[in-house]
């Protein structure tokens, strides 16, 4: 891993890559390239840690620490007994080698895995070498303490070899404040990304009425107060010897950019687990405050003066019998956005365009990506 600069990538849900590149640019970071499931950037040790304290939207980022060419095992040992290990392991009590190997001579994943685990013990006989991807996660499981892992992520595609060290250690979605959740919780970043992407800015009032576990609402009162999604939690570069005291400064930065949150934000929703999730996961947030949260169905949601935004994430219908009484309720939900909050935008996570269509409104597409593992668009009203 070069000191001065380093190439990394981060890594998003596909179809959110154009908010976190907006993300990524509007922290003075050079993009280099966009392809699906993320964005490549060229960073400097701080610029790094700004990027993980930082971005909202990204899942993972990673930092490349070698590439080579390699069409036989005896390659492969030649090269990996020439990268340097150490900037990245030193502190690390585990690792663990994510292998992918495609249109390649080399196809066998644990086989590649094997030959660099041994080139990791040839440096550091103490480390421990972890196999199973549910034991590298049990390891970041709190977010508040650095990771005892350090994830190795291979790449090995039509020849080409990648080494790339994993900047991040849990997956950046876990902020570290949602510890209570309701049916179907939307990531913290896919939740970011609809915010972003929707047009709603900071002094605009916003309102969820299926809030869920309270993740829109948070992450707009985040937003609007300019809290760092990474603030409070810790990442495996943490460790690395090119980054320290780079995070140090990367908060201080952070902190001072904060601000007070005028706009009114509310969260409802008819079930009273799902509220009290809501006010449990502000308060850890920091952002109890800023919210306005109570039990409600969509015919109870109250009028407003002047305007503002709808951001939600309503039920799909994804199961058999449901789509009929979803109709129901979308179209009840725009007859009463339309007389109690006339003059208010709305942008939604939509997975049925029928269902999207029976409110009345016209959208239009912004995003399109998955929740979940069901394909969604993040629409916004004309």
Not at 212 to 220: D, K, L, N, Q, V
Not at 289 to 314: D, K
């Amino acid at each position: 891993m070069v000191p001065d600069r380093v190439a990394c990538f981060a890594i998003t849900t596909p179809g959110i890559e154009p908010v976190m590149e907006g993300e990524i640019r509007a922290l003075g970071i050079d993009v280099t390239g966009v392809e699906p499931g993320g964005v490549s950037f060229s960073a400097a040790p701080r610029q790094l840690a700004d990027a993980l304290v930082r971005l909202r939207t990204a899942n993972r980022v990673t930092v490349r620490i070698a590439a080579f060419r390699a069409r036989s095992f005896v390659e492969l040992e030649r090269h990996v007994a020439d990268v340097d290990w150490m900037p990245v392991l030193a502190g690390a009590g585990a690792v663990h080698f994510r292998v992918t190997a495609k249109k390649s001579r080399l196809y066998h994943q644990d086989a590649i895995a094997e030959r660099l685990e041994r080139a990791v013990h040839a440096v550091d006989r103490n480390v421990q070498l972890i196999r199973a991807p549910g034991d590298a996660e049990a390891l970041e499981r709190d977010v508040t303490t650095i990771p005892a892992v350090q994830r190795l992520v291979v790449r090995v595609f039509r020849d080409q070899v990648t080494i790339s060290a994993d900047a991040s250690g849990a997956l950046m979605h876990r902020r570290g404040w949602r510890q209570d959740v309701a049916k179907a919780p939307l990531r913290e970043t896919l939740a970011a990304a609809a915010i972003l992407a929707s047009g709603w800015t900071a002094g605009e009032a916003l309102c969820d009425p299926f809030c869920g576990s309270g993740t829109i609402a948070i992450e707009a009162a985040l937003v609007a107060r300019g809290i760092a999604p990474g603030r409070g939690r810790r990442f495996a570069a943490e460790r690395w010897s090119a980054m320290a005291g780079k995070f140090k400064a990367a908060r201080d930065a952070a902190l001072a950019a904060e601000r007070a949150g005028t706009a009114p934000i509310e969260a409802s929703d008819r079930d009273a687990g799902a509220v009290e999730a809501t006010l449990a996961n502000a308060g850890r947030a920091g952002v109890a405050e800023m919210l306005t949260v109570r039990r409600a169905t969509i015919s109870e949601l109250t009028p407003a003066a002047g305007t503002g935004w709808i951001i939600t994430n309503p039920p799909y219908g994804v199961r058999v019998g449901e789509r009929s009484a979803l109709r129901n309720l979308y179209a009840a939900f725009g007859t009463v956005v339309r007389e109690r909050r006339p003059g208010w935008r709305m942008a939604m996570l939509s997975g049925d365009r029928v269902l999207a269509g029976q409110t009345g409104f016209r959208f239009e597409d912004l995003l399109h990506t998955t929740n979940g593992g069901i394909p969604v668009r993040i629409i916004r009203s004309t």
